[in-house]
Protein backbone atom coordinates (compact mmCIF):
# COMPACT_ATOMS: atom_id res chain seq x y z
CA UNK A 1 0.00 0.00 0.00
CA UNK A 2 2.42 2.17 0.92
CA UNK A 3 6.31 2.92 -0.11
CA UNK A 4 8.46 0.48 2.67
CA UNK A 5 10.91 1.60 4.89
CA UNK A 6 12.37 -2.00 4.42
CA UNK A 7 13.64 -0.90 0.86
CA UNK A 8 16.71 0.15 0.05
CA UNK A 9 17.26 3.48 0.98
CA UNK A 10 16.50 5.96 -2.07
CA UNK A 11 20.41 6.86 -3.29
CA UNK A 12 21.52 3.17 -2.98
CA UNK A 13 18.53 2.41 -5.47
CA UNK A 14 19.27 4.73 -7.33
CA UNK A 15 23.07 3.86 -7.80
CA UNK A 16 22.51 0.26 -8.33
CA UNK A 17 22.83 0.28 -11.93
CA UNK A 18 26.18 2.06 -11.47
CA UNK A 19 27.59 -1.11 -9.57
CA UNK A 20 29.18 -4.19 -11.82
CA UNK A 21 30.08 -7.68 -10.70
CA UNK A 22 32.28 -9.92 -12.36
CA UNK A 23 30.76 -12.34 -14.69
CA UNK A 24 30.94 -16.17 -13.97
CA UNK A 25 33.13 -18.03 -17.12
CA UNK A 26 30.72 -20.70 -18.78
CA UNK A 27 33.32 -23.39 -17.06
CA UNK A 28 32.60 -22.29 -13.81
CA UNK A 29 28.40 -22.09 -13.92
CA UNK A 30 26.59 -24.75 -12.06
CA UNK A 31 24.78 -27.24 -14.91
CA UNK A 32 21.87 -27.65 -14.16
CA UNK A 33 18.41 -29.19 -16.54
CA UNK A 34 15.64 -26.53 -16.67
CA UNK A 35 13.22 -29.56 -14.62
CA UNK A 36 15.72 -29.98 -11.96
CA UNK A 37 16.69 -26.09 -12.11
CA UNK A 38 12.96 -25.50 -11.50
CA UNK A 39 12.14 -28.41 -8.75
CA UNK A 40 15.44 -26.66 -6.82
CA UNK A 41 14.20 -22.98 -6.53
CA UNK A 42 10.69 -24.73 -6.01
CA UNK A 43 12.52 -26.34 -2.74
CA UNK A 44 13.95 -23.25 -1.85
CA UNK A 45 11.13 -21.64 -1.92
CA UNK A 46 8.81 -23.63 -0.32
CA UNK A 47 11.27 -24.09 2.44
CA UNK A 48 11.92 -20.21 3.19
CA UNK A 49 8.39 -19.41 2.87
CA UNK A 50 6.75 -18.18 -0.35
CA UNK A 51 5.42 -20.29 -3.19
CA UNK A 52 6.99 -21.01 -6.59
CA UNK A 53 3.81 -21.53 -8.35
CA UNK A 54 2.64 -18.29 -8.33
CA UNK A 55 4.44 -15.25 -11.05
CA UNK A 56 4.65 -12.93 -8.31
CA UNK A 57 6.09 -14.56 -5.41
CA UNK A 58 4.19 -13.62 -1.64
CA UNK A 59 5.28 -14.72 1.89
CA UNK A 60 2.88 -17.63 3.17
CA UNK A 61 -0.05 -16.88 5.38
CA UNK A 62 0.79 -15.99 8.91
CA UNK A 63 -1.04 -19.27 9.31
CA UNK A 64 2.02 -20.89 7.48
CA UNK A 65 4.60 -18.96 8.67
CA UNK A 66 3.67 -19.89 12.10
CA UNK A 67 3.33 -23.47 11.55
CA UNK A 68 6.09 -24.41 13.80
CA UNK A 69 5.19 -23.18 17.21
CA UNK A 70 8.14 -22.22 19.74
CA UNK A 71 8.36 -25.58 21.78
CA UNK A 72 8.21 -23.81 25.02
CA UNK A 73 6.29 -20.29 25.59
CA UNK A 74 8.33 -17.68 26.63
CA UNK A 75 6.71 -16.67 30.44
CA UNK A 76 6.06 -13.44 29.04
CA UNK A 77 3.82 -15.19 26.43
CA UNK A 78 1.72 -17.32 29.10
CA UNK A 79 1.33 -14.19 31.30
CA UNK A 80 0.10 -12.13 28.59
CA UNK A 81 -2.22 -14.54 27.49
CA UNK A 82 -3.63 -14.65 30.51
CA UNK A 83 -3.83 -10.89 31.07
CA UNK A 84 -5.67 -11.04 27.67
CA UNK A 85 -8.43 -13.51 29.39
CA UNK A 86 -9.03 -11.30 31.97
CA UNK A 87 -9.22 -7.71 29.94
CA UNK A 88 -11.62 -9.84 27.60
CA UNK A 89 -14.61 -7.71 29.20
CA UNK A 90 -12.02 -4.59 27.74
CA UNK A 91 -11.86 -5.03 24.44
CA UNK A 92 -10.03 -2.78 22.09
CA UNK A 93 -10.53 -1.22 18.79
CA UNK A 94 -7.49 -1.98 16.50
CA UNK A 95 -6.30 -0.13 14.08
CA UNK A 96 -2.98 -1.40 11.41
CA UNK A 97 -2.02 1.09 8.57
CA UNK A 98 0.15 -1.11 6.23
CA UNK A 99 -1.73 -4.27 7.30
CA UNK A 100 -1.04 -6.06 3.26
CA UNK A 101 2.67 -5.92 4.18
CA UNK A 102 4.97 -8.30 5.17
CA UNK A 103 5.26 -6.94 8.33
CA UNK A 104 1.08 -6.01 8.54
CA UNK A 105 0.33 -9.08 7.27
CA UNK A 106 2.52 -10.73 10.50
CA UNK A 107 0.86 -8.45 12.97
CA UNK A 108 -2.99 -9.60 12.38
CA UNK A 109 -1.25 -13.18 12.58
CA UNK A 110 -0.01 -12.54 16.32
CA UNK A 111 -3.39 -10.56 17.36
CA UNK A 112 -5.21 -13.76 16.00
CA UNK A 113 -2.82 -16.26 17.37
CA UNK A 114 -1.92 -14.46 20.96
CA UNK A 115 -5.80 -14.41 21.48
CA UNK A 116 -5.22 -10.51 21.77
CA UNK A 117 -8.05 -8.65 23.26
CA UNK A 118 -10.08 -7.51 20.02
CA UNK A 119 -13.57 -5.47 20.01
CA UNK A 120 -12.70 -4.67 16.23
CA UNK A 121 -10.07 -4.34 13.77
CA UNK A 122 -10.22 -1.76 11.46
CA UNK A 123 -7.34 -1.67 7.95
CA UNK A 124 -6.02 1.49 6.34
CA UNK A 125 -4.99 1.47 3.09
CA UNK A 126 -4.70 3.79 -0.05
CA UNK A 127 -7.32 4.92 -2.65
CA UNK A 128 -5.75 1.94 -4.27
CA UNK A 129 -6.44 -0.69 -1.78
CA UNK A 130 -9.63 0.99 -0.24
CA UNK A 131 -12.79 -1.50 -0.86
CA UNK A 132 -11.19 -4.44 -0.69
CA UNK A 133 -11.54 -7.72 1.97
CA UNK A 134 -9.39 -9.11 4.07
CA UNK A 135 -9.65 -12.57 6.10
CA UNK A 136 -9.04 -12.38 9.33
CA UNK A 137 -9.85 -14.43 12.95
CA UNK A 138 -11.98 -11.05 13.59
CA UNK A 139 -13.87 -11.56 10.18
CA UNK A 140 -13.96 -10.09 6.65
CA UNK A 141 -12.35 -6.54 6.98
CA UNK A 142 -12.61 -4.00 4.73
CA UNK A 143 -9.79 -1.86 3.70
CA UNK A 144 -10.77 1.74 4.65
CA UNK A 145 -8.86 4.76 3.23
CA UNK A 146 -6.78 6.00 5.60
CA UNK A 147 -7.56 9.28 7.12
CA UNK A 148 -5.97 10.84 10.69
CA UNK A 149 -9.28 11.29 12.38
CA UNK A 150 -10.54 7.85 11.34
CA UNK A 151 -7.65 6.07 12.91
CA UNK A 152 -8.10 8.45 16.10
CA UNK A 153 -11.50 6.28 16.53
CA UNK A 154 -9.42 3.36 17.58
CA UNK A 155 -7.99 2.89 20.49
CA UNK A 156 -4.50 1.25 19.27
CA UNK A 157 -3.16 1.58 15.57
CA UNK A 158 0.03 -0.33 14.60
CA UNK A 159 1.76 1.30 11.85
CA UNK A 160 4.11 -1.16 9.11
CA UNK A 161 4.68 1.94 7.05
CA UNK A 162 7.49 3.81 6.04
CA UNK A 163 9.01 6.53 8.35
CA UNK A 164 8.06 9.29 5.91
CA UNK A 165 4.23 8.54 6.42
CA UNK A 166 4.99 7.76 10.23
CA UNK A 167 6.48 11.00 10.53
CA UNK A 168 3.84 12.86 8.51
CA UNK A 169 0.85 11.16 10.84
CA UNK A 170 1.75 9.04 13.64
CA UNK A 171 1.93 12.18 16.08
CA UNK A 172 -1.60 13.57 15.19
CA UNK A 173 -3.15 10.25 15.70
CA UNK A 174 -2.02 10.45 19.13
CA UNK A 175 -2.21 13.82 20.03
CA UNK A 176 -4.55 14.44 23.27
CA UNK A 177 -6.64 12.91 25.39
CA UNK A 178 -8.41 11.06 22.87
CA UNK A 179 -6.23 10.24 20.72
CA UNK A 180 -4.97 6.53 19.83
CA UNK A 181 -2.13 4.50 21.47
CA UNK A 182 0.57 4.28 18.26
CA UNK A 183 3.02 1.55 17.85
CA UNK A 184 5.26 2.71 15.21
CA UNK A 185 7.41 -0.03 12.91
CA UNK A 186 9.70 2.55 11.26
CA UNK A 187 12.59 4.04 12.17
CA UNK A 188 10.87 7.63 12.28
CA UNK A 189 10.94 8.23 15.90
CA UNK A 190 13.60 5.43 17.39
CA UNK A 191 16.32 8.00 18.16
CA UNK A 192 13.85 10.90 19.05
CA UNK A 193 14.23 11.80 23.56
CA UNK A 194 10.96 11.03 25.09
CA UNK A 195 9.70 8.51 23.01
CA UNK A 196 9.99 4.84 24.09
CA UNK A 197 12.25 2.85 21.96
CA UNK A 198 10.90 -0.84 23.60
CA UNK A 199 11.41 -4.84 23.23
CA UNK A 200 9.17 -4.99 26.14
CA UNK A 201 11.02 -8.39 27.48
CA UNK A 202 13.87 -5.42 28.27
CA UNK A 203 11.97 -2.01 28.99
CA UNK A 204 8.58 -2.17 29.02
CA UNK A 205 8.11 -0.08 32.09
CA UNK A 206 9.03 2.61 29.51
CA UNK A 207 6.22 2.62 27.94
CA UNK A 208 3.83 3.73 30.90
CA UNK A 209 2.26 6.84 30.18
CA UNK A 210 2.62 7.26 26.64
CA UNK A 211 1.29 7.10 23.56
CA UNK A 212 3.94 6.67 21.32
CA UNK A 213 6.48 4.18 20.74
CA UNK A 214 9.45 2.69 18.41
CA UNK A 215 9.50 -0.23 17.38
CA UNK A 216 13.39 -0.99 17.52
CA UNK A 217 15.38 -2.44 13.92
CA UNK A 218 14.49 -5.80 14.02
CA UNK A 219 18.51 -6.83 13.77
CA UNK A 220 18.73 -5.03 17.37
CA UNK A 221 15.42 -6.61 18.66
CA UNK A 222 16.44 -10.04 17.87
CA UNK A 223 20.41 -9.52 19.31
CA UNK A 224 19.01 -8.09 22.23
CA UNK A 225 17.00 -10.74 23.13
CA UNK A 226 19.82 -12.54 23.89
CA UNK A 227 22.35 -10.15 25.18
CA UNK A 228 20.00 -8.82 27.99
CA UNK A 229 19.81 -11.68 30.05
CA UNK A 230 23.96 -11.88 29.86
CA UNK A 231 24.03 -8.16 30.90
CA UNK A 232 22.04 -8.32 34.22
CA UNK A 233 24.26 -11.00 35.17
CA UNK A 234 28.08 -10.03 33.88
CA UNK A 235 27.59 -6.54 33.40
CA UNK A 236 28.06 -5.87 29.61
CA UNK A 237 30.64 -3.70 28.99
CA UNK A 238 31.60 -4.07 24.95
CA UNK A 239 29.94 -5.87 22.01
CA UNK A 240 30.66 -6.82 18.84
CA UNK A 241 28.30 -8.56 16.61
CA UNK A 242 28.41 -9.42 12.65
CA UNK A 243 24.75 -10.01 11.01
CA UNK A 244 23.81 -12.46 8.33
CA UNK A 245 20.70 -10.95 7.26
CA UNK A 246 18.06 -12.22 4.51
CA UNK A 247 16.66 -10.94 1.62
CA UNK A 248 13.22 -10.23 3.17
CA UNK A 249 14.63 -7.60 5.27
CA UNK A 250 14.12 -5.74 1.73
CA UNK A 251 11.03 -6.37 1.94
CA UNK A 252 8.83 -8.10 -0.38
CA UNK A 253 10.39 -6.69 -3.46
CA UNK A 254 13.94 -8.19 -2.13
CA UNK A 255 12.19 -11.78 -1.68
CA UNK A 256 11.35 -11.35 -5.17
CA UNK A 257 14.71 -10.74 -6.38
CA UNK A 258 16.26 -13.36 -4.91
CA UNK A 259 13.67 -16.22 -5.88
CA UNK A 260 13.68 -14.62 -9.81
CA UNK A 261 17.47 -14.29 -9.47
CA UNK A 262 18.11 -17.67 -8.19
CA UNK A 263 15.68 -19.68 -10.67
CA UNK A 264 17.39 -17.57 -13.49
CA UNK A 265 21.09 -18.78 -12.41
CA UNK A 266 19.81 -22.26 -11.35
CA UNK A 267 18.28 -22.29 -15.38
CA UNK A 268 20.81 -21.33 -17.27
CA UNK A 269 19.07 -18.15 -18.29
CA UNK A 270 21.74 -15.68 -17.14
CA UNK A 271 25.64 -16.36 -15.92
CA UNK A 272 25.08 -13.51 -12.61
CA UNK A 273 21.32 -12.35 -11.34
CA UNK A 274 20.09 -9.06 -11.91
CA UNK A 275 20.19 -6.69 -9.07
CA UNK A 276 17.56 -3.62 -8.75
CA UNK A 277 16.72 -3.50 -4.69
CA UNK A 278 20.33 -4.74 -3.96
CA UNK A 279 23.27 -3.39 -3.96
CA UNK A 280 24.51 -6.02 -5.84
CA UNK A 281 23.02 -9.65 -7.10
CA UNK A 282 22.38 -11.78 -3.79
CA UNK A 283 22.05 -15.06 -5.47
CA UNK A 284 25.24 -16.88 -4.93
CA UNK A 285 26.92 -14.00 -3.33
CA UNK A 286 27.11 -12.22 0.43
CA UNK A 287 26.61 -8.37 0.35
CA UNK A 288 28.51 -6.57 2.76
CA UNK A 289 26.41 -3.42 2.42
CA UNK A 290 23.00 -2.62 4.60
CA UNK A 291 21.59 0.83 4.05
CA UNK A 292 24.07 3.70 2.93
CA UNK A 293 27.23 4.40 4.28
CA UNK A 294 27.98 6.54 6.86
CA UNK A 295 31.49 9.37 7.62
CA UNK A 296 32.93 7.20 9.80
CA UNK A 297 33.00 3.98 7.80
CA UNK A 298 29.74 2.15 8.98
CA UNK A 299 26.71 1.72 7.35
CA UNK A 300 23.03 2.95 8.69
CA UNK A 301 21.80 -0.39 9.40
CA UNK A 302 25.25 -0.79 11.43
CA UNK A 303 24.90 2.23 13.29
CA UNK A 304 21.65 1.53 14.00
CA UNK A 305 22.61 -1.80 16.65
CA UNK A 306 25.17 0.74 18.45
CA UNK A 307 22.68 3.41 18.84
CA UNK A 308 19.35 1.17 19.76
CA UNK A 309 21.17 -0.50 21.86
CA UNK A 310 22.26 1.99 24.42
CA UNK A 311 18.94 3.34 24.23
CA UNK A 312 16.74 0.35 24.88
CA UNK A 313 19.43 -1.19 27.47
CA UNK A 314 19.84 2.59 29.22
CA UNK A 315 23.93 2.57 28.29
CA UNK A 316 26.02 5.60 28.12
CA UNK A 317 25.89 7.67 24.80
CA UNK A 318 29.07 6.29 23.83
CA UNK A 319 29.01 2.79 25.43
CA UNK A 320 30.78 0.66 22.48
CA UNK A 321 29.15 -1.50 20.11
CA UNK A 322 30.45 -2.32 16.99
CA UNK A 323 28.46 -3.77 14.01
CA UNK A 324 29.52 -5.34 10.21
CA UNK A 325 25.75 -6.13 8.83
CA UNK A 326 25.63 -8.64 5.52
CA UNK A 327 23.18 -9.35 3.24
CA UNK A 328 23.05 -13.05 2.77
CA UNK A 329 20.84 -15.22 0.18
CA UNK A 330 18.39 -17.03 2.75
CA UNK A 331 14.90 -15.82 2.16
CA UNK A 332 13.88 -15.42 6.24
CA UNK A 333 15.11 -15.01 9.49
CA UNK A 334 18.25 -13.22 10.52
CA UNK A 335 21.60 -14.53 11.88
CA UNK A 336 24.17 -13.09 14.89
CA UNK A 337 27.37 -13.79 15.98
CA UNK A 338 28.20 -11.69 18.78
CA UNK A 339 30.94 -11.36 21.04
CA UNK A 340 30.28 -9.79 24.10
CA UNK A 341 32.62 -8.67 26.64
CA UNK A 342 31.49 -8.07 30.36
CA UNK A 343 32.53 -6.24 33.77
CA UNK A 344 32.87 -9.08 35.56
CA UNK A 345 34.23 -12.68 35.54
CA UNK A 346 32.02 -15.40 33.12
CA UNK A 347 30.61 -18.42 33.75
CA UNK A 348 29.27 -20.26 31.06
CA UNK A 349 27.19 -22.75 33.03
CA UNK A 350 25.61 -19.67 34.25
CA UNK A 351 24.97 -18.00 31.01
CA UNK A 352 23.18 -21.06 30.03
CA UNK A 353 20.78 -21.02 32.47
CA UNK A 354 20.15 -17.53 32.31
CA UNK A 355 19.26 -17.87 28.34
CA UNK A 356 16.98 -21.09 29.00
CA UNK A 357 15.02 -19.16 31.22
CA UNK A 358 14.99 -15.85 29.95
CA UNK A 359 11.65 -15.00 28.10
CA UNK A 360 11.16 -14.86 24.03
CA UNK A 361 15.16 -17.24 24.06
CA UNK A 362 15.07 -20.87 23.10
CA UNK A 363 18.72 -22.27 24.10
CA UNK A 364 19.76 -24.87 21.07
CA UNK A 365 23.03 -26.18 21.70
CA UNK A 366 23.92 -29.29 21.19
CA UNK A 367 26.85 -29.74 19.21
CA UNK A 368 27.18 -33.56 19.71
CA UNK A 369 23.78 -33.76 17.58
CA UNK A 370 24.50 -31.13 15.36
CA UNK A 371 21.84 -28.59 17.31
CA UNK A 372 22.50 -25.01 17.20
CA UNK A 373 20.87 -21.98 15.79
CA UNK A 374 19.65 -21.82 11.65
CA UNK A 375 17.36 -20.04 9.84
CA UNK A 376 15.84 -23.06 8.66
CA UNK A 377 14.45 -23.88 12.16
CA UNK A 378 14.08 -20.01 13.57
CA UNK A 379 12.00 -18.94 10.51
CA UNK A 380 8.30 -18.67 12.24
CA UNK A 381 9.18 -19.27 15.49
CA UNK A 382 8.25 -16.80 18.53
CA UNK A 383 11.22 -17.23 20.48
CA UNK A 384 14.94 -16.50 18.83
CA UNK A 385 17.15 -19.25 18.79
CA UNK A 386 20.49 -19.09 20.62
CA UNK A 387 23.38 -21.38 20.86
CA UNK A 388 27.53 -21.67 19.81
CA UNK A 389 27.61 -20.35 23.60
CA UNK A 390 31.61 -20.38 24.35
CA UNK A 391 34.02 -18.36 26.51
CA UNK A 392 35.86 -16.28 23.85
CA UNK A 393 39.30 -16.96 23.82
CA UNK A 394 40.88 -13.48 22.46
CA UNK A 395 39.08 -11.55 25.01
CA UNK A 396 39.39 -11.77 28.87
CA UNK A 397 35.59 -11.41 30.92
CA UNK A 398 34.01 -12.47 26.73
CA UNK A 399 31.06 -14.92 25.45
CA UNK A 400 30.92 -15.86 22.06
CA UNK A 401 27.23 -17.40 20.52
CA UNK A 402 25.20 -17.38 17.49
CA UNK A 403 21.55 -16.00 17.27
CA UNK A 404 18.61 -16.64 14.56
CA UNK A 405 15.28 -14.78 14.50
CA UNK A 406 12.44 -14.28 12.55
CA UNK A 407 13.11 -10.62 11.92
CA UNK A 408 9.63 -10.38 10.87
CA UNK A 409 8.00 -11.28 13.54
CA UNK A 410 10.66 -11.04 16.76
CA UNK A 411 11.74 -8.10 14.93
CA UNK A 412 8.99 -6.47 13.94
CA UNK A 413 5.19 -7.67 14.04
CA UNK A 414 5.07 -9.56 17.43
CA UNK A 415 7.91 -7.04 19.36
CA UNK A 416 4.99 -4.86 18.36
CA UNK A 417 1.93 -6.78 19.78
CA UNK A 418 3.61 -7.71 22.54
CA UNK A 419 4.40 -4.02 22.85
CA UNK A 420 0.76 -3.49 23.17
CA UNK A 421 0.04 -6.50 25.71
CA UNK A 422 2.88 -5.06 27.68
CA UNK A 423 0.85 -1.58 27.80
CA UNK A 424 -2.58 -3.39 28.52
CA UNK A 425 -0.62 -4.38 31.57
CA UNK A 426 0.46 -1.16 32.79
CA UNK A 427 -2.51 0.80 32.15
CA UNK A 428 -0.84 2.48 29.52
CA UNK A 429 -3.14 1.39 26.89
CA UNK A 430 -7.17 1.34 27.86
CA UNK A 431 -10.85 1.44 25.89
CA UNK A 432 -11.09 4.89 25.82
CA UNK A 433 -14.45 4.76 27.68
CA UNK A 434 -12.07 3.07 30.15
CA UNK A 435 -9.50 6.02 29.72
Known sequence: IFRRSFLAPKAQ?????????????????????????????????????FTPSSSVSSFTSHRQSLARPSARLPTNIQHTSRSATTLSMSTLKVGIVGATGAVGKEIVGCLEKRDFPVDSLRIFGSERSAGKEVDTKFGKVKVELFSEDAARECDVVFLAVDGDFSLAHAENICAGDDGAVVIDNSSAFRYKEGIPLVVPEINAEATKGKKLIANPNCTTAIGLMAVWPLHKLFGLSKMIMSTYQAASGAGQPGMDELKEGTRAVLSGERDVAENKIFAHPLPF???????????????????????ETRKICGLADDFPVSCTAVRIPTA???????????????????????????????????????????????????????????????????????????QLLRGAALNAVIVAEAMVENGALQTKTAA
Open 13 to 49: RKNTSKWSFPSISKKSKMKFNSAAALLAVGSLATTYG
Open 285 to 307: NVIPHIDKFMENGYTKEEMKVTW
Open 332 to 406: RAHSESIVALFENPVDVAAARKALEEAPGVKLVDDVDNMKYPMPLTATGQYDIEVGRLRENIAFDNALEFFVCGD
